[in-house]
């Protein structure tokens, strides 16, 4: 979206009547809050399935009749500080948005700028904030959404508003807690990966690209498919219930305790190497975590080794110790654990290696490129979007890879020609019109005229030039 577009943006304020249906009363009067700017909707789902922020922002500006990325381009940014607000609008809804979800500084300024705009005070909530505190928030979030096709078939034969709980979003849940089945982070038709925030209007459950319904029913292929732990994914989920209750009741999770107490109990009992063989993973990785006696406690969740939150609960899954135990110094299993006084449970199984390549899948998108019903990839951008190696496709599919990069640098040829033309009948086209208005067509009106660098282009002063001519203004 240009900045041209951008002005053109209106957004439908809902009437009073509507707008009434969200708004509050203070306790003990009964007096409605001041209107907000923007509908205050409910956020959807609590606990556990609460609503992500991302969601929220989507639902919002369907509720007001926009695509959600108007809403957040003519409402939001131009309120944000300068540190947070987007640069290129478009690539941040669609790879880098998640951000908002999360517990950083980011993600705090969006919620309460979304708070003063709806007039509610509990969105701050639907961000990990409420979730893991201060840790660093580096690793916690997926790249783009997943969702549960089953959850999204169940939620519309009830008719309830779909929406898209935090739980997905975590990169540490790969698998839906009701239907123990893998979340889907691809559209099965185009095999795209879904925008995270909307640029039209196509409601939650619809694929952002080609707006098919991402639900499926109970007995498809997809509902046949098991977790391959069940037992650490019900751990995970009963942890990350156990840090949101702590954080209701104490405001804010800190971190800092976790890394100083882990690190005073294993320099005490000399537990480094112990600690490594039952968590898995090599000993050098703990020695830079925060918290280590020769580190300045001052700077212990800015250390540039601060783990993930799914590394964090892999260590405490293997030692049976929970994160909130860690925290209050309540290290008696993992004390038992390195001096032997009991046996060690299995390590989470390792994320399974990469699946084989589906073939099938692969030549059908192939061939609709190599006829003309999609617009021409490169192998990166094939392999990306098949979500598998470039190496693999080249392997497997020689002939159809050459006829495709060849495919594609025609088509990358083409769209520079056509480019470069289009530029000379702008100058062209200015130049007559200048003349025509009694203004001559100097080089630089012509560069105050255009974007930068379009006159420092040779055809562009080609195309100038010949103008010129075709008017006698040059010989």
Partial sequence: MNRKEQ???????????VVRQGQRTYPDQNIPLPRSRLY??????????????????????????????????????????????PTGLNSFCQQRAMVINGNGSFALEWSVLLERLTGRSDLSRLTLHGWIGDLSDRGHLRVTPAWCPLCYHEWKERDVPLYQPQLWMFRVITHCPHHHRPLENRCPRCYKMQSIIASDK??????????????????????????????????????????????????????????????????????????????????????????????????????????????????????EITPLQVMMNQLEPLRDLIQGKKAAQPLRPRRSAPQ??????????????????????????????????????????PQECTLIAKRAQEYHKQRQ????????????????????????????????????GVMRMPEANMAWHASLRELGLEQ
């Fill in 7 to 17: 002005t053109a943006v209106t957004i439908r304020i809902l009437s009073s009547s």
């Fill in 40 to 85: 205050g909707m409910l956020p959807r789902g609590d606990g556990l399935w609460s609503e992500s922020l991302t969601s929220y922002l989507n639902r919002l500006g369907w509720k007001h009749g926009v695509p959600p990325r108007w809403l957040v381009a003519q409402e939001m940014i131009p309120h944000l500080s300068h540190a947070h607000r």
């Fill in 202 to 319: 196509s409601q939650l459950g619809e694929r952002t690209h080609c707006t098919a319904w991402l639900g499926v029913e109970r007995g498809t292929q997809l509902d046949q498919e098991r977790s391959e732990d069940e037992h650490w994914l019900t751990w995970v989920i009963s942890m990350l219930e156990e840090m949101r209750q702590a954080s209701l009741s104490s405001s804010l999770l800190r971190w800092e305790p976790f890394f100083v107490n882990l690190a005073t109990c294993l320099k005490e009992q000399k537990g480094y190497l112990k600690f490594a063989q039952l968590t898995g993973f090599d000993r050098s990785l703990f020695y830079r975590w925060p918290g280590w006696p020769n580190k300045p406690r001052s700077h212990t969740l800015s250390h540039s080794y601060v783990p993930s939150l799914e590394t964090i609960l892999e260590c405490c899954y293997a030692c």
């Fill in 356 to 397: 084989r390549i589906d073939r099938q899948k692969c030549l059908e998108l192939m061939q609709v490129i190599l006829d003309g019903a999609e617009e021409p990839l490169s192998i990166r951008q094939l392999a990306k979007r098949l979500g598998c190696r470039e190496r693999a496709l080249t392997r497997h599919f």
């Fill in 417 to 452: 020609e056509q480019k470069v033309q289009q530029v000379q009948d702008q100058v062209r086209q200015t130049v007559i019109a200048l003349h025509e208005q009694g203004i001559f067509p100097s080089h630089r009106r012509l560069r105050m005229m255009f974007p930068p």
